[in-house]
C-alpha cells in the first residue's frame, strides 16, 4: 500500500528564515511525486512533479528534491505570503494520488 | 480563463437527505475526481473518472456516488447522508491520466450533516 508521511505537522518561521519540509514515501513503482500548495478555505494548488532521484525543481523561494525514500521542499528567505499548507502525494502502479496531511507553515514578519 | 467551479460552496444537511454536490470544469479535461478532507487525514478518493459514462470506485467510496454524462460535469451524490459525511469536498481535474498529479481543484464544498 502506498504511504505518505509528511514532518513536521506544523511549522513557524520568522521572515527570512530558511528550512525544509520533508515528505517520506512508500510506493510501488513511482510514477511521480507532486506539491501542493493549500490556502485556508482554498483548493490546493499545484507546484512541483518529481519523477525520479535527484530530479530538482525550483519555482522562486520553493525548491523541491528527491531521493527514493523522500523529498524535501525547501524554502530560501520565505515571505508571510508563503505561509501555507503545503500537501506532498505520490503516484505509483496504481495511477491513483495518494496525499499526506500536509505541514501547516507559517511565516512571521 | 479555464476554471473548474463547485457549488453549493456551503451546505447544511439533515441525516436521511439525498445530496448532490455540482463540480463543472472547462478545462475540457477527461480525468475528473472527487477527494475529501478532514482534519488527521489527507485528501482521500471518493470516485473518479476518466471520461464519458467512465466512473470508478475510490478509497473511501461507500455511501457516494458519481455519473458522467458529459466532458464538463462530474456530480457527486450522498443518497442518503450520515454525520460521517460531513467534510470538505474537493473535485479535480487532470489532463493526462498516466502522470496525471498535476490536478486543478476547485475551491471546495463544506458539507454539514446533522
Known amino acids: 500500500e502506498d504511504q505518505v508521511t509528511q514532518s513536521p505537522e506544523a511549522l513557524r518561521l520568522q521572515e527570512g528564515e530558511s528550512s525544509s519540509l520533508n515528505c517520506s514515501y512508500t510506493v510501488s513503482g513511482l510514477r511521480g511525486l507532486f506539491w501542493y500548495r493549500q490556502d485556508p478555505g482554498k483548493g490546493p494548488e499545484f507546484l512541483f512533479t518529481l519523477y525520479s532521484a535527484g530530479e530538482e525543481k525550483e519555482k522562486e523561494r520553493l525548491k523541491a528534491t528527491l531521493t527514493k525514500k523522500e523529498s524535501f521542499l525547501h524554502i530560501t528567505a520565505p515571505k508571510p505570503e508563503d505561509s501555507a499548507t503545503y500537501l506532498c502525494a505520490v503516484q505509483g502502479g496504481s495511477e491513483k494520488l495518494v496525499f499526506g496531511k500536509g505541514t501547516k507553515l507559517t511565516v512571521n514578519p | 480563463d479555464a476554471e473548474i467551479t463547485q457549488s453549493p460552496r456551503h451546505k447544511i444537511t439533515e441525516t436521511g437527505r439525498q445530496v448532490t454536490l455540482a463540480c463543472h470544469q472547462t478545462w475540457n479535461h477527461n480525468n475528473m475526481f472527487w477527494y475529501r478532507q478532514d482534519l488527521g487525514h489527507g485528501l482521500r478518493l471518493i470516485h473518479y473518472?476518466?471520461?464519458?459514462?467512465?466512473?470508478n470506485k475510490g478509497e473511501v467510496s461507500d455511501g457516494y456516488s458519481v455519473s458522467r454524462s458529459n466532458t464538463e460535469d462530474l456530480p457527486l451524490t450522498l443518497e442518503s447522508a450520515a454525520s460521517s459525511q460531513t467534510s470538505v469536498y474537493f473535485c479535480?481535474?487532470?489532463?493526462?491520466?498516466?502522470?496525471?498529479?498535476?490536478?486543478?481543484f476547485g475551491e471546495g464544498s463544506r458539507l454539514t450533516v446533522l
Open positions: 479535480a481535474s487532470s489532463e493526462d491520466r498516466v502522470g496525471a498529479g498535476e490536478l486543478f
Open positions: 473518472s476518466y471520461g464519458v459514462h467512465d466512473t
